[in-house]
């Protein structure tokens, strides 16, 4: 895979995360009645959109660049984007933790009449957010596989073979002349 194919694939990931956090937010805003638990939600929902915001907008400015002439301005991009990769999954693990989503779900089942159904919408969105993740970390991978690539054949070694010929030294002289520099 190419590195121009690899980015995009990453915007589309990238794409994909956001849409599913579009669904979270709007399954957190669509409640019964206004609550602290889902100004909270709501509050977490939003750092996490703000940070994939900030991992889009590197990759997609990585790519207004030339990149045959700019190597080191994808690699600085990239790197940004998988920071801000990273906080979103430290993001995402802190909103989907075990005891986090039972307490949306013993929030729901406490009260009334939509509650439940409003709770269970809402983790199901969080879960659809884990499944988003994976595709988007082998998209990562890839990306970085591929920049290696090309970095590892912008950079040359030269070696020196004599085919046909060989060289020896005696010992005697090496022994004569241990200063000798080649």
């Known amino acids: 895979m190419a590195l121009d194919a690899a980015l995009e694939n990453l915007r589309q990931r990238l794409k994909a995360m956001n849409d599913a956090l579009t669904l979270v ?20 929902v939003l750092e996490l959109m703000s940070t994939m915001h900030e991992a889009h907008s ?3 400015r990585g790519d207004d660049s030339d990149r045959q002439a700019d190597l ?3 690699l600085r991009a990239l790197t940004s984007c998988h920071q801000h990769c990273l906080d979103l999954s430290d993001q995402l693990s802190s909103l989907s933790t075990y005891e986090r989503l039972a307490v949306i779900v013993r929030f729901g089942n406490q009260r009334s009449r ?3 159904g409003w709770a269970d919408t809402v983790v199901a969105q969080i879960n659809g957010c884990q499944q988003a993740w994976s595709p988007l970390n082998r998209a990562l ?3 970085w596989q591929e920049l290696s690539e090309r970095l590892a054949t912008r950079s040359g070694s030269v070696y020196t073979t004599n085919i046909g010929q060989k060289i020896h030294v005696s010992e005697t002289r090496n022994a004569q002349e ?3 520099s080649t």
Not at 25 to 41: F, I, N, S, T, Y
């Open 25 to 44: 937010r709007k399954a957190v805003d669509d409640r019964p009645e206004g609550h602290q638990l889902e100004r909270e939600l709501d509050g977490a």
């Open 58 to 60: 590197v990759v997609q």
């Open 72 to 74: 080191e301005r994808e």
């Open 114 to 116: 939509e509650w439940p």
């Open 141 to 143: 991978l890839a990306c």
């Open 178 to 180: 241990p200063n000798a």
